[in-house]
């Protein structure tokens, strides 16, 4: 008995040992839903997934919390004379974390990686025909046509040691099938930050690279930063009021309150990236709620403007959003590339216009519909079409509200069961932060990797036309005018129903946490991250 | 003896595979895991080559039998969240759930029991009265609430525990314990308490109401007569003859404890089984959930079987019966 107690006392100094060594080195904690998925650059396209990666890899451009862009891995680049060669510079002196240095072989053995049909990075890349090692430190990428998004998609490739991934034997992006990938629980970049270990659904723990290019000049202080998934919101705030971490986010739009209350903690909030939107079926002949009928109400553009203005955004905001959305009239949000200011009013709210239209439209006493939501993926997703639901009622809508999980709601509105919706929300943020992606998945149709999530199909020829335009066009006035166009056709179709851009809340400790950057695509860069 | 177990081992083969064959047919439901596993900008001949790859295309019957043959091999496939074998995962979860169970198994047999006895003994004192309210609350009160509640007291405000996670785990190995260190301790202690609190109350109202029911047999009123100690015959006579009951119940609710403890485990984030299929759930993960609920049918059958053994060790009259068949 008396030795037991010994060593529970052994292990009780050890432990207190341990914990005043910790007190002395400045630990950053911080927390958010869900763990990352992998930590293979290549593999996942996800929030919290790809901003480890950027803490961890190099790129040859790095993007700022302000969006604009930074050199990273690449000193200097231009675009040559043809219009499809762009020449990189590679800095000298990188190194892996592993040792091996930098050179033009890895750019090149990355592109060829994450270039391969499984990798969901491959979007990044989808203009790129070629890399070209010209000599150790120099690059050329060869796109298909000419890319005026090249340079935004940059930060999103994401640069492997190549002697390091073959001795592992792990080129092939390994997703659900094949066999385990090596590099999706090892972690070998250029980056300013070093994975020390990573127990899946606990905790990733980082340190700093000492051998970081850029290690003199660092703009973080912290010794070693840990990261946690914590799912429940509740044992998330209860984290953050304890002490136990540093940082977290999302903050539950209810606590918002309650932790600013707190003197210990602030709430940084900010819009985000993402736009909510509703969506209508333009391409059936029959709408399903209506079957028999032979019609198609939201084809034509007198009903699909008639619920433009039946919908009260600045309700939703007050209300559902306690304050914590901006409503917008655009599909992008402010910062992203080719924003309009001057054209992000929303339909004036007016039911009368709203039951006059319909009238006209030949539908005075309104027509059934089901509206397919999302309960568990935006910020009271379910909340909103519980609220939207009434304000369609009041023009005469008889409408029905099927809320469920997001494997669901996407499978059923997605093209996995043919576009199975006639009004659905959706929300989205363009990867690479330029309206030519919005324009590109959400409302355009023809050609390869179009209306990916054009769920109702919306087509107008001029908006195609101006889309396949916006792809290709060098000159920064010119394509700005494109998109301008573009938005404004899609506008005055009502091609879609913008709802708002979500605002992103932290719970961040002021007693220990300096200052940290809060990125409006809602994730953390450790570089950021100063501690008291 | 031998051959009773054979013929229960054997029953576990044939609910493993109704039960594998169930969850088959409901995964249809859950929704397609392609979505969760890619990216916004992932194209629709991506998503297809993807669907293909993982044999979603498969008709049901035919992704069944895919998984029986290859689970039958020890094969039981990759997560489609997280790439890694899923033999491997539960192997590095099980260990926490089971660590988190049998701390709140004992914390509800070594404080309930003794609860029980003393609520039935004395029915009137004060003590027990405090005890049957305190009960109330925590059999009406949900784990999830109790839970937050604990997190807010001994969290929040006093701060003398971590609200979340497992921490001060030991490595011995293929076992990551907790039981070594008092960091360990100070993270189980509040998981394990919640998921004992309706344990608990469940046992000491069982074993109170067997209590009443047994002191008042005509054996109890000739051992009194007998003038035997007061002592040997509560816990000699009358707690033993209440056991058998207690027993099942206490069997079946590890079972349940060790399937679910999915509320406990993510109102604590803490790294068990619970919370991993939880996620799997909301990943549509199904080489997790198919083999997380094979295994499960696994449990209840081996811990029936445990049961139905110590029902010989408690009840002679069982062992006569079965003496008597065999001749």
Redesign the interface.
């Known amino acids: 008995m008396h030795r037991k107690l010994g060593l529970l006392a052994a292990v009780g100094a050890v432990a207190l040992l341990s914990g005043s060594a910790i007190a002395q080195e400045k630990v950053f904690r911080y927390a958010t839903t869900g763990d990352i998925l992998g930590l293979d650059p290549h593999v996942n396209n996800e929030g919290p997934t790809n901003a480890m990666k950027g803490n961890v890899y190099g790129r040859l451009l790095h993007r700022l919390p302000d969006l604009s862009l930074e050199p990273d891995l690449a000193t200097e680049w231009e675009l040559g004379d043809d219009g499809v060669t762009w020449r990189f510079k590679l800095r000298e002196g990188v190194t892996f974390h592993n040792g091996n240095p930098l050179n033009a072989d890895d750019v090149v053995y990355s592109f060829e990686r994450q270039s391969q049909d499984a990798s969901e990075m491959s979007f990044a890349l989808a203009s790129v025909k070629e890399v070209r090692k010209v000599d150790d430190h120099t690059v050329e990428l060869v796109t298909d046509g000419p890319d005026p998004t090249l340079l935004l998609n940059m930060p999103n490739f994401y640069i492997v040691d190549q002697e390091y991934m073959e001795e592992n034997d792990a080129f092939e992006v390994v997703q659900g099938a094949g066999r385990t990938n090596f590099a999706n629980t090892n972690a070998n970049g250029t980056g300013p930050f070093k994975v020390v270990e990573w127990v899946q659904d606990n905790r990733v723990v980082l340190e700093p690279n000492g051998d970081w290019w850029n290690h003199e000049n660092r703009t973080d202080n912290i010794d070693r930063a840990v990261f946690t998934p914590i799912a429940n919101d509740a044992t998330r705030v209860a984290a953050l009021l304890s002490g136990e971490i540093d940082l977290m986010y999302p903050v539950p739009l209810q606590d918002i309150r309650r932790l600013e209350g707190d003197p210990n903690v602030e709430v940084p909030q900010g819009p985000e990236l993402r736009t909510i939107f509703l969506g209508m079926d333009q391409w059936r002949d029959e709408l399903l709620d209506m079957p028999g009928s032979g019609k198609n109400p939201f084809k034509d553009q007198r009903v699909r403007a008639a619920f433009g203005h039946a919908l009260d955004l600045d309700a939703i905001q007050r209300v559902v959003m306690r304050g914590a959305s901006t409503p917008t009239g655009l599909m992008i949000a402010p910062g992203i590339n080719g924003f309009q200011e001057d054209m992000n009013e929303p339909y004036a709210y007016d039911p009368d216009t709203s039951r006059q239209l319909l009238e006209e439209a030949g539908y005075p006493d309104g027509f059934p519909v089901t509206l397919d939501c999302p309960n568990d993926r935006y910020v009271n997703d379910e909340a909103i079409c519980t609220a939207i639901v009434p304000m369609l009622e009041r023009i005469g809508i008889d409408i029905t509200l099927n809320a469920q999980n997001k494997s669901l709601h996407f499978n059923k509105i997605g093209q996995a069961e043919d576009n199975n919706t006639s009004l659905y929300m959706l929300g989205w943020t363009p990867g690479s932060y330029d309206a030519y992606n919005m324009l590109q998945n959400i409302t355009t149709m023809d050609g390869d990797a179009q209306g990916t999530w054009n769920s109702g199909r919306y087509s107008n020829p001029e908006v195609e036309e101006l889309t396949d335009l916006i792809a290709v066009e060098i000159d920064e006035d010119k394509r700005n005018e494109l998109i301008r166009q573009a938005f404004q056709i899609h506008k005055d179709d009502v091609g879609h129903l913008p709802l708002h851009q979500q605002a992103l809340a932290w719970g961040v400790r002021s007693d220990t946490v300096e200052s940290v950057s809060q990125r409006p695509w809602n994730d953390v860069d450790l570089r950021t991250v100063v501690l008291k | 003896m031998l051959a009773f177990v054979v013929q229960r081992l054997l029953q576990a083969i044939l609910v493993m595979l109704v039960v594998a064959l169930i969850s088959f047919s409901l995964f249809q439901f ?18 297809e ?2 669907r293909e ?3 979603l295309n498969d008709p049901i019957p035919v992704q069944f039998v895919k998984w029986v043959a290859n689970a039958a091999q020890g094969e039981f496939g ?8 899923v033999a491997a ?1 539960i192997a ?1 979860r099980l260990p926490a759930t089971i660590e988190l169970v049998l701390l709140s198994a004992l914390l509800a047999l070594l404080i309930g029991v003794p609860m029980g006895v003393h609520t039935g003994l004395r029915r009137d004192s004060w003590l027990s009265r405090v005890f049957l309210t305190v009960s109330l609350i925590g059999i009406s009160l949900p784990t999830f609430l109790i839970g ?1 509640l604990l ?2 007291i001994f ?2 405000w006093l ?1 003398w525990l ?5 921490g ?1 785990t030991v490595d011995l190995g293929v076992w990551e314990t907790s039981f ?4 360990g301790w100070s993270h189980l202690i509040m998981p394990a308490f919640t998921l004992a609190l309706f344990q608990l109350t469940l046992i000491m109202r069982l074993v109170r109401a067997e209590m009443l029911e047994v002191l008042r047999t005509d054996y109890i009123k000739f051992a009194r007569a007998r003038g035997l100690r007061e002592r040997t015959i509560n816990f000699g006579h009358a707690l033993k003859n209440t056991l058998v009951p207690v027993i099942t119940i206490m069997g079946l609710q590890i079972g349940a404890l060790l399937a679910f403890s999915i509320i406990t485990e ?4 803490w ?1 068990g089984m619970g ?2 299929i ?2 799997a759930i ?3 993960d199904i080489p997790i959930m198919s083999t997380y609920l094979v295994l499960v049918a696994l449990f209840f059958v081996l811990i029936n079987l445990a049961v139905d053994l110590l029902y010989y060790a408690v009840d002679p009259r069982l062992r006569v019966e079965r003496a008597v068949a065999a001749i």
């Open positions: 859950v929704g397609d895991p392609i979505n969760n596993m890619v990216g916004q900008e992932t194209t629709t001949a991506q998503r080559a993807l790859r993982l044999g990759l997560s489609y969240r997280m790439g890694k074998p995962l590095e937050i997190i807010l969290g929040v701060g971590p609200t979340f996670g497992r001060g070594l260190t008092l960091q993510t109102v604590f984030q790294p919370l991993l939880i996620q909301q990943f549509v």
